[in-house]
């Protein structure tokens, strides 16, 4: 083991030695291979600004039927995590543990076959094992979207077998670890609502991972009748108590009983469009691909086209959206202030910090990352250590 590995593993220890009034915050991002592919000016790992991270979650792998693993751009994957100047060698200099994120939402059919049968999560462990030694990574990811997910292959069947899966996983991370000197991280992807929540064992599984990164946004969006907000830190008016941040954060430690200090939150930097309307709680006809990028409304494609906007903010909600009446529509998002305000709730909660979807998405041309510098600042000042 490297002096650097030694190193962070004896940091990781200290931090879960500490209790959760003195933790590091995280800040995780989420780090998409593929971006390589449809950006201009891609976020090459070179430029990310490392030290404002904990964590970098490189997204995504995903399980075949038969428990390997298989990177879902090998391009990418080569050009990023390979040579000198790659992207685990970037973060572990800076200090940055780098995880290796599993399958996400468009690469989770095969997660039920693999998790039913006991030789197909050996193998699979045994694949994530093989690509932590082949890049270097500091533990796994498990986005599994979701078990008991009818239009995913899913069953109710996947409730014991994803903790199954996952205890596999973690016996063998911990055996290799061990033998090693190092604790492999082991954290999942979790649904911010109960329904999804209801498919796993949240409880079981809680004492499996180190922390859970909780998706909370995608709570609304074009595929709803009406417009509303993508990521509301709190239910906007006539909106539903359960589908927003704190919602979400009730969900998991009050119904589920989960230390704060496990619990991360999720903060999109992305919004939702929605053409044909010009007010919240509006029918609309859609998302608008005309005036933003098929790839979605990144905040920076968002902050591009800002003059063409009017920007409102919901009081109860605690995030901004935008309306234009040229363009007849009406764009959900998070900016600086609607970050920050979710920063300051995971202080105020004892939550252990934000996860990011996704990192490349609000670099500005100058170099600038204004969502991320204002969780950054939050949580300085909050007087939280960091590592």
Known sequence: MTRLRAFLAAGIALCFALSCTAQTREIIGYYPSWKHLTEKNPLTPEKIPFSKFTIINYAFFFPGADGTIVGRDPVG???????????????????VLVLLSIGGWEDSNNFPQVAARPDTRTQFAHSCLERIR??????????????????????????????????????????????????????????????????????????????LNIMTYDFHGPWDARVNHNAPLYAGEGGDSNRCVNGAFKLYHESYGIAPGKINLGVPFYGHTYRDCTALNALHSGSDTTHFPKEGAFYNSIADRMKNFTRRWDDRAQVPYL?????????????????AQKARYVVEKGARGLIIWEVTADTMPSGDHPLLDAIVAVFQNSGMPRK
């Open 77 to 95: 994957d080569s050009l990023i995590l390979r040579g000198k100047q790659s992207l685990t060698t970037l973060a572990h200099n800076s200090r």
């Open 323 to 339: 309306v234009s009446q040229k363009w007849n529509m009406v764009v959900s998002y998070d900016d600086e202030e609607s970050v």
């Open 134 to 211: 082949e890049f270097n990574f500091d533990g796994i990811d498990i986005d599994w979207e979701y078990p008991g997910y009818a239009d995913h292959n899913g069953s109710p069947a996947d409730r014991e077998n994803f903790t199954l899966l996952l205890r596999t996983l973690r016996d063998s991370l911990d055996a290799t670890g061990s033998t090693a000197g190092v604790h492999y991280l082991l954290t999942a992807a979790l649904p911010a609502d109960r329904s999804r929540a209801e498919g796993m064992d949240i409880r079981t599984i809680a004492r499996i991972l180190d922390f």
